[in-house]
Structures are given as structure tokens and as C-alpha cells.
């Protein structure tokens, strides 16, 4: 039968009817529309016979695929199990078949990365640094290099089998592989090992003790080379059995090593990075094989991207040439993905479709649907005004760091507030207000309090929650992890801490702190450990309503009726009330049972009555169950399809169209736009 037309949803949205049995047919789509760029990009991968493939590893979105030669990116990490790539590799005789190594395991795709599954989940790199070259193809086999487990490897005629370890480097974090000589080397946090007649033997003569990590190894042609991350470049002498470095020559040197990249047709023209922990970031190249050096600068940013806090290099992860060209390179860093056509001495960069981003908050103006504001981890605010397509940094008279929520004043949309977690700063709550709709801001922060925080493990301090009360403009409240709840009623000149009877003041999650939006003087306050918190007095006091300890975390009221509030808990459960919070009652979501899974993003329609979206994240980071969506007023879930990487969920916002559409922002994969509509059977 044909879809229902738009009379169906008209009906619906202007008399508010419940939607008996749609969330059985719902239909979602989803759009891209956060920034370009903004994270770590790990890995590149390059198809051999059709250069215009490439595959970009990221350290939390899992995989990006350009089928044009690295112009545009698309997400591809469907079915994906963690989503901080080690390493990806293609097939060479079968380009279809794409291996990634990833922290949640070892997985394939058939399909040029349009579904992945999961080969092993013991088979994995945590590790936060890598190296380049940690799945490799030779002949007859795939060889998988671990951070833990050691080397293991598949018939590469049957990627879908079994790997089988390949015993002696158990005890070794491995950095790189690569085949010099007919014989497989490994570049380890312990040196070098030569894997002879199923026996590994150190080949590190020439290596100063002190001088083992060895960040990357490659062999071209003739030539074998290593990275050592203390000491810089040394190259195999076969005639007398040795390492002999291949000192830098240019100035200043940088205090560690990261990224290596010889070029396979040219072994005399090799580029090296420096690590991206250490400050300056610097990039190195020789075309005489290491006889003399120069420092690449010229990094070009591209005018029509975002502007992010940096504007520049910052620390190279990996650098891939395209084969068939002599000139031309992509390389990835904790920013961007570059790319150069003249062999590295001019980089321009690359941010179509690679948004890398992990989203705190997202706002849309009251008064102007299509002016997005976008709370972000490390670019800070980020503002569009034309419903995502383009977007400017707005941090004014804000310290850089991790945006964690803005709100905007109904009263007057261009006063907002926002709250911020600057890098490393942990001794005063980062309050912000602008006037003048984001353009400028000014401090209305203050310290927090003396005392030491408890040892555990889920309280950091960090603030979490900003609400306003929606008929004051003066009065807001701050809520953190670890000290509880503050609050002004002069716009942030004063502030005192409200945190009487609020007993387990560790609050966290989205909208884990509200105003009541009828009464003003009633809040709602989630805590980790401690559950639910009601004040009826603008905080003066608390009372607890939930009888359990437990982990709560995202609450949404609801707006059709504000005795409803809906809490999101650990272990696939929600709390659910109807009388303000006197009587709960549990929910659980139709998915499968974890204990790192958590219900954590919760949002009602704010038209549809009914109707409220659930998000949910895994504590390790893992691929989560998803998004869901209740018609009956959280009642009953069900799960909706997700065609993106089931990356944690950390806040959604729903709009006024029709049909029901909004934007659910995530723990890596940036903002994307979902549109409901219901299928007719």
C-alpha cells in the first residue's frame, strides 16, 4: 500500500491523537548535519584499484568512506562493536572485503564497508597510540597485530574464519608489521622480532637500550626502516646486521616520534611525524633517503569549513600515499584529514562528511527554527543558522574546551547562558552569558567548593546541567558531578550552593537537573547512586522520591502534563511517574540486558502528545542498543532502525515540523537529523 499522506500526520499534530500501534510502522531517516572534522582520525586506507575509495579510521565515529577520491565522507560503520579504529586494510584480490581493527574487536565487511561484523571480540586494540601498519595482507594470509594478545592471522581465502594465534608476542604491545627479506617483522613496545619458522627472534643490534618503543616499522623495495619513539629513524644495514639511525637534520626536533610513511615506490622519500602528545606538532621529509631534511608548514585550511580552536597541523596519526600517483598523499591528524598532490609540500584539508564529533547539547532558538546551537567536546559552541548546513564557532570570551550545555531565555532569545568544562580546569564551574545571541560572552563563573571529592570512580566534578527558570532571567541553576547544585538570582553576580537533603549530589546526563516549566520553584535533580530528587522551594531543600539506591541520569518532563516525569536509568530501565513523582513505576526497553548499558537521553514531543524518544549509551563505549521511541507515554518502547553507527546517544531535540523530526547528537558521529514518518502496512 502507499505511504500515508501528510493528512494523516496534519490530523494528528493539531488535535494531539495517540498513536495507537504507529511506533510498530514508524520509519526514520537520518542526515548528516554537524561540521566537518572536529575529532582524531586514526587510520586511512587507500583501495589499490580504485583510489577514488577511502576509508578514514576515527579514535570514537568508527569509519568514514569517500568514493570520490577524498572530496566527501559518509559514515559506514553499521554493525560496528567499538568505534576507536587501530587500523583498517583492503583486500588486495578482493577489494570488496575491508578488515578494521577497532577497541571493541577485529571486523569485516563484504561490502565495502556498508555492514560490518564482529570476527572476535577478544582481538582488539585499546591502546590510545598505534601504528600504521597493524593489519597486513601478504600473500596467503591477513597477520593482526594486538596491544595485548599478540599476532594473529587468517587464510586471507577466508577472512570469515576463525584467526589463529600465532604464539611468542603475548607479552608485547605491537606497533607495526611489514614483510622485508621474505620474513615478517614486528615493531613492539619491547624492539624488533623476525618471525622465522614459526619462532620470533629479537633483531635489535644497533638499538641503544634505552631505545626500544618502537612506534612504526616499514619496509619498501629494499629498505628497512623503523620509528623509535624516543629516538627518531634508523635504517637496516643487511651487511652487517644493524640499525643505523638516520638523524633528523633540521631544527627543533621534537621530543617524540609517532608517524612513519616511506613511499612504496620511492624508498628515499620518507615523511615522519612527530608524537601528538608533545607540542610543537612537526612534520618531516627527506628525498635523498635521509641524507638531508626539511620541516613541512604549509597547511592549508579549507575557507568554506568551520573554524575550529585550532587552524593548523596537530599531530600526524597516519600518512597513505594513492597508488598509481608519485605525488599524492592523504594524511590524518587529531583535527583534520590533509591531502596533498605534490608529495607532501602543500596540505590542504578535507572535512566534507567527517564529523568526528562528539555532541554535549544541542538548542534551537526559540523564535528562529533553522538557528542551531551545538554544545561540543574540544570546538566549544558551534552556531548555524540555517539548520545545520553551515556553521560558525562562537567562543567570544570563552575558554576553549568541551561545551557541555546552553540554554536560551524565552523571555528574550538573545540572553543565553552556557556552561563549559575547559581542558584540565577543575577549580571553578566555567559559566557563560551572552546578550547578543552568542556573538559575545562573559564569565559568570565561580569556584567550587574546598572540600575533596569522594574516590569514585563515576564522580569527576565536572559540570554537568544549566536550567533557567522560564519566567527569570536572573535566576539560574548549575548542577555537577560531585558538589551538588548552585544557584543565582542576580544573573551569576552571586551564587550559593543548594544542596540540603540532597545526599548523593552526583548529577549527570541530559536534563538530569529541571524546572519544573508550570512552577518555577520546583526542580527535579538525577543523581548517580542516589536517584531522583524533588524541591518544591527553589532548592532550598530536597527531598528524595526514589526509595532504591541507583544510577539515574537523563529526565524529561512532560510537556502536555508536568505531573509526568520520565528518568533514564543503568540496565535498560526507565522510572516512570504520573503524579509528580509520589508513585514510580519501571520500564524496561525491549532490548538485550547489559550491565554498562544505560538509559541516558530522554526528549517528549513537544506538540505530539504521547510521544517521547529514548537514547542509550554503554559505560565502555561500545556499540549501544540504540534509539527508541514510546507512543503510548513511555509505557511500551520500541526499538527504531538506526542506519548509522549505534554510537552512544548523548542528547536529543525534537522540532515543531510535521512529521515528527529533530536531531539526536552523539558520543562521536556528530548531530544527525531524523525524520519519523509511519509506513502504512
Known amino acids: 500500500m502507499r505511504r500515508l499522506q501528510w493528512i494523516v500526520w496534519a490530523a494528528a499534530f493539531f488535535f494531539q491523537m495517540p498513536f495507537s500501534g504507529w511506533a510498530q510502522n514508524a520509519h526514520i531517516s537520518w542526515t548528516p548535519s554537524g561540521y566537518g572534522g572536529g575529532g582524531r582520525f586514526t587510520a586511512i586506507e587507500v583501495d589499490a584499484r580504485n583510489p577514488q575509495h577511502i576509508y578514514i579510521g576515527s579514535d570514537v565515529a568508527g569509519i ?44 569485516y565487511s563484504l561490502n565495502q564497508g556498508d555492514d560490518w561484523n564482529r570476527l572476535s571480540d577478544q582481538i582488539r586494540y585499546a591502546s590510545r597510540y598505534s601504528g600504521s601498519r597493524l593489519l597486513l595482507f601478504t600473500q596467503q594470509s591477513l597477520w593482526i597485530g594486538t596491544d595485548k594478545n599478540g599476532l594473529f592471522k587468517l587464510p586471507i581465502s577466508d577472512l570469515q574464519s576463525a584467526p589463529q594465534p600465532v604464539s611468542g608476542l603475548e607479552s608485547v604491545q605491537i606497533n607495526g608489521l611489514t614483510v622485508y627479506d621474505g620474513y615478517l617483522y614486528a615493531g613492539t613496545s619491547k624492539g624488533v622480532f623476525r618471525l622465522a619458522d614459526k619462532i620470533w627472534t629479537a633483531r635489535n643490534t644497533g638499538l641503544p637500550s634505552d631505545a626500544m618503543f618502537i612506534a612504526d616499522i616499514a619496509s619498501v623495495q629494499n629498505t628497512l626502516v623503523l620509528l623509535e619513539k624516543n629516538r627518531g629513524l634508523f635504517q637496516w644495514n643487511p651487511s ?49 633517503g635521509g641524507k638531508t631534511w626539511k620541516t613541512l608548514q604549509s597547511f592549508h585550511m579549507d575557507a ?40 607532501g609540500e602543500n596540505w590542504v584539508q578535507k572535512h566534507y562528511g567527517l564529523q568526528n564529533t562528539v555532541v554535549n547539547d544541542l538548542k534551537i532558538h526559540p523564535k528562529q527554527a533553522d538557528w542551531l546551537y551545538l554544545c561540543t567536546a574540544d570546538n566549544g559552541l558551534m552556531i548555524s543558522r540555517d539548520a545545520g548546513k553551515t556553521w560558525n564557532r562562537a567562543m567570544n570570551g570563552v575558554a576553549d574546551g568541551n561545551a557541555q550545555e546552553i540554554e536560551i531565555s524565552r523571555n528574550n532569545p538573545s540572553r543565553m547562558v552556557l556552561l563549559m568544562n ?94 519544573h516549566p508550570r512552577s518555577p520553584s520546583t526542580l527535579y535533580a538525577s543523581t548517580q547512586t542516589g536517584g531522583v530528587y524533588k524541591s518544591v522551594n527553589g532548592g532550598n531543600t530536597w527531598e528524595r522520591l526514589t526509595v532504591e539506591d541507583r544510577f539515574t541520569f537523563g529526565m524529561a518532563i512532560d510537556p502536555h502534563n508536568p505531573s509526568h516525569v520520565v528518568v533514564g536509568c543503568a540496565g535498560n530501565t526507565l522510572l516512570i511517574t504520573h503524579d509528580d513523582g509520589r508513585r514510580w513505576k519501571e520500564v524496561r526497553l525491549p532490548a538485550t540486558p547489559h550491565a554498562n548499558l544505560a538509559v541516558y537521553g530522554l526528549e517528549f514531543h513537544p506538540d505530539v502528545s504521547g510521544l517521547i524518544l529514548a537514547g542509550t549509551i554503554r559505560y565502555d563505549v561500545q556499540a549501544t542498543e540504540g534509539l527508541f521511541i514510546s507512543t503510548d507515554n513511555a509505557e511500551t518502547f520500541k526499538k527504531l532502525t538506526m542506519d548509522v553507527p549505534e554510537v552512544n546517544i548523548n542528547t536529543i531535540t525534537l522540532t515543531r515540523e510535521n512529521p515528527v523530526s529533530g536531531y539526536v547528537g552523539f558520543n562521536g558521529t556528530g548531530l544527525l537529523r531524523i525524520v519519523l514518518k509511519e509506513i502504512s502496512g
Open 64 to 107: 568514514f568512506r569517500s568514493r570520490d577520491g577524498g572530496n566527501t565522507f559518509a559514515l559506514t560503520g553499521k554493525g560496528l562493536q567499538g568505534f576507536c579504529v587501530a587500523d583498517i586494510a583492503i583486500n588486495p584480490k578482493a577489494p570488496h572485503q575491508v578488515v578494521v581493527l577497532t577497541d571493541g574487536g577485529l571486523h
Open 304 to 343: 568554506k569549513a568551520p573554524r575550529n580552536w585550532t587552524r593548523t597541523f596537530t599531530g600526524a596519526e597516519e600518512i597513505a600515499s594513492v597508488p598509481g600517483s608519485h605525488n599524492t598523499l592523504f594524511l590524518s591528524d587529531w583535527w583534520n584529514v590533509w591531502h596533498s598532490t605534490d608529495a
Open 240 to 288: 652487517f646486521q644493524i640499525w643505523e639511525p638516520l638523524a633528523i637534520s633540521t631544527q627543533p626536533l621534537p621530543t617524540a616520534y609517532k608517524s612513519l610513511f616511506v613511499h612504496p615506490g620511492n624508498s628515499r622519500l620518507i615523511l615522519v611525524g612527530s608524537h601528538p602528545e608533545n607540542w610543537p606538532h612537526l612534520l618531516f621529509k627527506t628525498q635523498d
Open 422 to 515: 575547559p581542558w584540565g580546569k577543575k577549580d571553578r564551574i566555567h559559566v557563560y552569558e551572552s546578550r547578543d545571541a552568542g556573538a559575545t560572552w562573559r564569565d559568570i563563573g565561580f569556584s567550587v567548593p574546598p572540600e575533596k571529592l569522594p574516590g569514585f570512580g563515576y564522580v569527576d566534578g565536572l559540570a554537568t546541567n544549566v536550567e533557567r527558570d522560564p519566567l527569570i532571567d536572573d535566576i539560574l541553576y548549575i548542577g555537577t558531578n560531585g558538589y551538588g547544585v548552585f544557584k543565582t538570582i542576580n544573573g551569576g553576580k552571586d551564587w550559593i550552593r543548594i544542596n540540603r537533603g540532597l545526599d548523593t549530589p552526583y548529577i549527570k546526563g541530559p536534563g538530569a537537573l529541571r524546572v
